[in-house]
């Protein structure tokens, strides 16, 4: 395997570079699955039926929650990769924690968000928009929870591996991963959250 | 044994029976077949956990094929009952499965199994790579493909086919109007193999991006690489769109959801926006790679280079680019009003323009070239004024207003059938004849594949043309019968004889291989077409390796200008060449799916958690799992090298 050492460890490799774009080519796809997911919403978002209706449910508070702990994440997973560049071990592991930490948190907020909407009457199976409402919320929120098992295991291996080609790759990959999330939190926080509510 | 009646049909027939009892005895005989010459191992060494993209094409290739029969089945069956008014052979529950499978097999599990057996076998070879980008998951989209063709296989004997047409339109599909389990499989199954394809897109369009040969610019790849180019963007936008139709399909079957029923809100024309957003782009999915196969034919067999090479990459980019904005004309007369109608009848005509590009392109290659008339050269040039014919009605079925006269009548079927077989069929047995050496180190027999090719060019005629009249004199599809008084009958029958022709020019294929297996020389030449792409520099059957030495290239027709003007092509020492370990962890996991599949067509939770977790606990261990791979020496390449040149000898 050649190593290119004038280039970041997570990019030193062909397979690497290749493992880095493929990725951005996946994020590709995941953008066109969101976009599916959100025009649907648009479509929905008014045929209520006999449920309620966006306004009538969503409360800012546990939002705002979730939205400063996603932010949050995709802020200290950014310092996790700089420390990464720098060759600190120990201090990348630390944020990684953090970002996984505060990934928890925000998944904890958003089960408590279903319990809610599930207990004044809007479930699953209420309305197209209650349906939909919950599809977008829980495929996003499905994506988090994959992203935690993920990350743990390249914390793990990062711990027992330490930097090399292959797991700063991984780690950085998984980055953009976690920074897509929060890309797509923005779109949901702006145009299912703040436009329904207003 | 309550719990088991969920698995029995809802509509049994003998048919049916027998069909079970002949997959019952095939399963036994292919197990007892490998345990008595003892080929357990070497289907696992070589087969079932390889990764080697030429094997992962091979097995994409017996897929398709098998599959190519099934919906030929399917099809014959629809002909011969309507061959007849009246006809007594299939009652309308029957009809309406076996055209809903022939649909989706034919496209989902045929055709595009067919385009990645290509792509795969010819597109590393082409831009001189030695695999593709990730040849782990190449092994994984393969498999996840093949436990999806075969979940949805085992409904006609399970729990009952798919019957809501290949469309699945709501509220049609839903739960109040299909109650068997059937439409349950069309999601799963379709969602299991659509996963495999969306990973194939990333792995292939990766391989193009980063894995060229040094020398070989975008503007220099071969036209058929340039085509899985484009396919595969087509694909990375196009299926997820599908994943979610199916998801959200499935949650309203199986998890009372209202996205397309008819009350609480839900819209079932979301189901056709969305499917078709889709479905349109999956046509183009299968007819560029096509296209990018009769221009490397043509090419070779007119001892020409392909005229209008820049224009021809311009013309493939502007139609995926159209393939977005034109869904819509799959439903012109479903209410969407005439500025919409209007707009979407504009993009569709617009696509005849680009693709009119294209046959001149081909017709003007052809122009002054000392043409070879091979069976890859006779498809190819039967495919011009076949498909032409296909593009015109198209045309035809493009005016909004039109429209309403031919929508859902046999004109339509005869339509699409005029561009998918020889767009796409004729294609894939050109490319398969074509590159036949390249994969296995025999050609396959002219002269059969000749009496082939009439069959099949005839029948197919014979078979579709009349369906233009009798969709313009009225006749619906998908209807399992008509009266005598429509007057039907005799263009129905004609239909069926055609379709009886067609059939024995793909039993003339089926022969061909036979024969050839058996017969044909193992003395070919690395290049027995004298064609003019990178895949023909190596051996025929290719090495492990691909190439011993990377390729350098110069200009678009790499190995031509190698031949013809001493352009140096391999140059250099040979080195060590490191190869992708073998895994079988893509095809335990596709096992897992497949379960996982089942067991929510069924809606049996348990075994659902169960497999789900299964398949987390294989993407776990692919996480920590160390695989660096293995190096092939210097002496081992030298050493085949000699022993394919001494064969070819």
Not at chain 1, 90 to 95: D, G, L
Request: proline share 4%; net charge neutral.
């Amino acid at each position: 395997m050649k190593i290119d050492n004038t280039l970041p460890l997570e990019y030193s490799t062909e397979q690497n570079r290749m493992n880095v774009l493929g990725f951005w080519i996946f994020l590709g796809a995941e953008v066109m699955l969101f976009a599916t997911l959100f025009a649907t919403y648009f479509t929905l978002a008014h045929r209520t039926g006999n449920g309620p209706s966006g306004a009538e449910i969503f409360e800012i508070a546990p939002v705002l929650i979730e939205t400063f702990l996603l932010l949050t994440s995709s802020f200290t997973i950014g310092l996790g990769v700089h420390a990464m560049r720098l060759g600190r071990k120990n201090a990348m592991i630390a944020f990684f924690a953090v970002t996984l930490l505060l990934g928890l948190a925000f998944l904890g907020v958003e089960i408590y968000e279903f319990t809610h909407y599930v207990h004044i009457g809007a479930g699953l199976q209420t309305s197209a928009f209650t349906a939909i409402l919950l599809t977008t919320l829980g495929t996003h929120g499905a994506h988090v929870t994959l992203g935690l098992f993920w990350g743990l295991f390249i914390i793990l291996q990062v711990k027992k591996r330490g930097l090399t080609p292959e797991t700063a790759n991984k780690s950085f990959i998984f980055s953009l991963y976690w920074h897509f999330l929060d890309v797509v939190w923005i779109f949901i926080f702006s145009f299912v959250y703040l436009k329904g509510m207003m | 044994m309550d719990y088991f009646d969920r698995f029995a049909i809802p509509h049994p027939s003998p048919a049916i029976y027998a069909s079970m009892v002949a997959i019952g005895l095939t399963v036994v005989a292919i197990i007892f077949g490998l345990t008595y010459f003892k080929k357990w191992g070497y289907l696992w060494r070589e087969w079932l956990t390889t990764v080697d993209h030429k094997r992962i094409g091979i097995m994409y290739l017996i897929s398709a094929l098998i599959m190519l029969f099934r919906g030929g089945v399917d099809a014959i069956m629809m002909r011969a009952q309507t061959a007849v008014p009246d006809n007594k052979l299939l009652d309308a529950q029957h009809y309406n499965e076996v055209f809903t499978t022939h649909g989706v097999v034919m496209i989902i599990f045929m055709a595009m199994p067919f385009i990645y057996a290509l792509m795969n076998v010819v597109v590393p070879l082409q831009i001189g790579a030695r695999d593709v980008a990730f040849p782990r998951l190449n092994a994984l989209s393969f498999w996840l493909f093949f436990m999806g063709a075969m979940l949805f296989n085992i409904s006609f004997v399970i729990g009952g086919s798919p019957d809501a047409g290949w469309t699945s339109y709501f509220p049609l599909a839903g739960n109040d109007f299909s109650q068997s389990v059937g439409t349950n499989y069309y999601m799963l199954s379709i969602q299991i193999a659509g996963i495999g394809t969306l990973i194939s897109g990333i792995n292939f369009t990766t391989t193009i991006f980063k894995m060229r040969a040094p020398g070989m610019t975008l503007m220099k790849m071969p036209m058929f690489t340039w085509t899985a180019l484009i396919t595969n963007a087509i694909v990375l936008f196009a299926f997820p769109v599908l994943t979610i139709a199916l998801l959200l399909g499935t949650m309203d079957r199986l998890f009372g959801t209202n996205f397309f029923t008819m009350t609480n809100g839900g819209m079932d024309m979301l189901w056709a926006n969305l499917f078709w957003v889709w479905g349109h782009p999956e046509v183009y999915i299968l007819i560029l790679p096509a296209f990018g196969i009769y221009s490397e034919v043509i090419s070779t067999f007119s001892r020409r280079n392909l005229y209008g090479y820049k224009s021809m990459v311009g013309s493939i980019v502007i139609i995926s680019f159209f393939s977005f904005l034109v869904w819509t004309h799959h439903f012109f007369t479903m209410g969407q009003g005439p500025l919409t109608n209007s707009i979407f009848s504009i993009t569709t005509m617009a696509i005849a323009i680009p693709t009119g590009i294209k046959i001149f392109n081909w017709l003007l290659t052809m122009r002054k070239g000392s043409i070879k008339f091979t069976v890859p050269m006779l498809y190819s040039v039967g495919f011009i004024p076949i498909f032409t014919i296909g593009g015109v009605t198209g045309v035809m079925l493009g005016m909004a207003s039109a429209d309403y006269q031919y929508h859902n009548t046999m004109f339509l079927v005869a339509h699409f059938h005029y561009t998918i077989i020889p767009g796409v069929v004729f294609a894939m047995i050109a490319g398969l004849t074509y590159w036949w050496p390249k994969m296995f180190g025999f050609m396959l027999n002219e002269r059969i594949g000749k009496w082939a090719f009439w069959f099949i060019a005839i029948g197919f005629n014979v078979t579709f043309f009349p369906m233009f009249f009798t969709g313009l004199d009225g006749q619906a599809r998908r209807m399992y019968t008509y009266s005598e008084a429509t007057g039907f009958g005799p263009l129905n029958m004609l239909s069926f004889a055609g379709a009886i022709v067609l059939m024995i020019g793909f039993a003339l294929i089926v022969y061909n291989v036979y024969y050839s297996t058996r017969y044909a020389s193992r003395n070919i030449s690395a290049d027995p077409w004298n064609a003019r792409t990178l895949e023909w520099a190596t051996h025929s059957p290719v090495p492990s390796y691909n190439f011993a030495i990377t390729p350098q290239v110069n200009s678009i027709e790499a190995l031509w200008d190698h031949k013809k003007k001493g352009q140096p092509l391999f140059s250099g020492p040979i080195e060590k060449i490191h190869m992708p370990n073998n895994s079988g962890v893509p095809f335990i996991m596709s096992c897992i799916f497949f379960v996982w599949g089942f067991s929510f067509v069924f809606s049996m939770w348990i075994p659902a958690i169960i497999t789900t977790i299964g398949i987390f606990v294989c993407m776990a261990h692919r996480s920590f799992e160390k695989d660096d791979g293995y190096y092939i020496s210097v002496k081992e390449i030298e050493d085949t090298e000699k022993e394919c040149e001494v064969q070819s000898r």
